[in-house]
């Protein structure tokens, strides 16, 4: 029995608790740059937060017999406002660590790919109860006066078998919340439209993502698209000037085999020479949101955890037992 009380006493010790959220921001500090797609979902993490859990219970639990002690002893309103608030304060930790745990176990994050008018049904990505597809209609960035941009925004409409539900703007810290799911912006592309003559003297188009391969008719020469640059000066190298499309170039490299004949800046529009009468000319870009989709069940739980905390935290602050004055009496002074 002593051993048992030993045991408990540990577990269920403050300083475990303390220790054992330290391990959770070291590990998920370090995971998150190592992994950030999928760390929290990582069997060790997911057994740091059931254990931090047990630990909170268990100093509910105690913090609740402690509570019922006090206010058996005494009966101002100001402790039991105080001895309320601590209780609440442990009982938001113990939601947020389950919500926290729920997501770890349940939850789904996915990132979507999405060019103006494609459609992408949910139900396909995560496994969801109510399911729904997004249709984007426009994505665009917005500048400021120097060029720099001052919003990201992805114009998408909610179709329920084929019926219009809504129709929202997705943008940097404005998710998109919908039946559970939530839909950030979280990144964006391009891709490059390029024209060139095939065997037959036909133009034909094609487009490409960055980093992509283009195979010209009428030479065995091959064309990495590498990079498209908005706002293209030499001083700057790879990095555009500005995000704004001042000066837009196609940064490429023209191989030979696996031999490198080049790297050059193809200016949109404009003919640029691969091969003798070999011709490629890129005709624009077209930008692609990036969207991060996820489904996270627990979030309920975090978020009245998070009220609950706050509120505890407020009324032992308001209720903590002011500090005494100290009074000199008339009698103790003494010339």
Not at 34 to 48: A, N, R
Not at 253 to 277: C, H, R
């Amino acid at each position: 029995m002593q051993g048992f009380n030993r045991f408990y006493s540990l577990v269920s010790s403050m300083k475990t608790g303390l220790f054992l959220l330290f391990l959770i921001g070291v590990t998920a500090a370090v995971g998150s740059s190592v992994l950030p797609g999928s760390f929290y979902q990582i069997p060790v993490f997911k057994l740091l937060l059931l254990l931090l859990l047990i630990n909170m219970i268990l100093c509910t639990f105690n913090r609740i017999k402690l509570t019922y002690r006090v206010l058996l002893k005494r009966f101002g309103s100001r402790v039991w406002f105080r001895q309320l608030g601590i209780l609440t304060l442990h009982l938001g930790i113990v939601l947020v660590l389950v919500g926290g745990l729920i997501y770890a176990t349940s939850g789904q994050n996915e990132r979507i790919h999405l060019l103006a008018g494609d459609q992408v049904d949910i139900s396909q990505v995560l496994d969801i109860k109510h399911p729904f597809t997004l249709q984007l209609d426009e994505f665009r960035i917005e500048f400021n006066e120097d060029g720099s941009p001052s919003q990201y925004i992805s114009e998408v409409t909610i179709l329920e078998k084929g019926r219009i539900m809504d129709q929202v703007e997705i943008s940097v810290n404005y998710p998109l919340s919908y039946q559970g799911v939530k839909a950030y912006q979280t990144s964006y592309g391009y891709l490059v439209q390029a024209a060139y003559l095939d065997e037959n003297g036909a133009e034909k188009a094609e487009r490409f993502f960055e980093g992509e391969w283009l195979y010209p008719d009428g030479t065995n020469r091959r064309v990495k698209i590498y990079k498209y640059i908005p706002n293209f000066n030499p001083a700057y190298g790879m990095q555009s000037v500005t995000l704004r499309p001042d000066n837009p170039h196609i940064i490429i490299s023209v191989y030979e085999n696996d031999e490198l004949l080049g790297i050059g800046a193809a200016k949109l529009n404009e003919p640029t020479e691969i091969d003798e009468n070999v011709y490629v000319t890129f005709t624009g870009v077209e930008p692609y949101t990036i969207l991060e989709v996820k489904s996270d069940p627990g979030l309920p739980l975090v978020i009245t955890g998070g009220f609950a905390l706050m509120l505890g935290v407020c009324l032992a602050i308001l209720a903590a037992p002011g500090r005494k004055k100290n009074t000199i009496k008339t009698d103790d002074i003494h010339e």
